[in-house]
């Protein structure tokens, strides 16, 4: 981080030291390769994006409680423990998290203005979504490990599905038995499920009558290339 500020401001990072004034003139876009340690990003209260790339941040969390302009969060491989003080990010309408050590994301259940949402990782409990009405796009999947086709740690769909009543499109691969009920998601047109483990699908029978497409993932299959085991259907009424 050190690094990446100098170069912003025009400082030699070796004898200059970031203060949270320089961070706080951030602005705009920021994009950020192979992080080792986030302390300090929350005082980067100017700026909109953010998109980390295969940070190496460990078992450290990511404070954003201060980033109050930032409109999408986006961290893709890499390692990251998780995130906090995404309540206090009212301005929020992307996250797209996908690092396979990825567990924790506090205040996501309060973060009112999220449209879209993304979460892979090893996570195991989720907040519930009761207040995430906004929502149109959802993914969840579990990592087990770094087995990306293994998403055993994600057993049971989070709670409060009921009032994300502008859900479009979901996509949720984990090990569990049961599908949303059909009255939950009336504007749901894509959906996207996988098997449990033991090769059975959950049931969506009762999914809305608004779906159109429908696609399996059948987690049993070995990935021996990209879609292997993925069936898609397009669906007409029910």
């Given amino acids: 981080l050190q690094n990446f500020v100098c170069q912003k401001i025009g400082q030699d990072p070796v004898t200059y030291e970031v203060t949270k004034t320089d961070m706080a003139k951030l602005s705009g876009s920021v994009l950020i390769n192979g992080l080792k340690d986030p ?3 929350q005082y ?3 700026i909109t994006r953010m998109q980390l790339n295969n940070g ?13 302009r930032l409109q999408q969060l986006i961290i893709t491989s890499g390692s990251l423990y998780g995130i906090t003080g995404l309540d206090q990010l009212t301005n929020l309408k992307t996250l797209n998290i996908n690092t396979p050590e990825f567990a924790v994301a506090e205040g996501l259940g309060d973060c009112t203005s999220l449209t879209s949402i993304t979460l892979k990782g090893a ?12 929502v149109t796009s959802l993914t969840l999947q579990g990592y087990a490990g770094f087995n990306e086709t293994n998403y055993s740690n994600l057993t049971a769909l989070p709670e409060g599905l009921s009032g994300m009543t502008k859900l479009k499109t979901l996509n949720i691969l984990g090990d569990f038995a049961n599908a949303p009920d059909r009255s939950d998601l ?3 047109k894509s959906l996207t499920l996988s098997t449990a483990q033991d090769g059975t699908l959950p049931d969506y029978s009762g999914i809305s009558s608004s779906l159109t497409t429908y696609t399996k993932v059948d987690t049993t299959l070995p990935a021996l290339k990209e879609g292997a085991g993925t069936v898609t259907v397009n669906i007409l009424g029910d």
């Fill in 44 to 46: 980067a209260s100017g």
């Fill in 39 to 41: 302390a300090g990003l």
């Fill in 56 to 68: 190496r941040m460990g078992t450290k969390m990511l404070d954003v409680s201060g980033m109050t």
């Fill in 186 to 188: 009336p504007s749901l």
């Fill in 123 to 134: 996570y195991t409990e989720l907040p519930s979504f009761e207040k995430l009405v906004n």
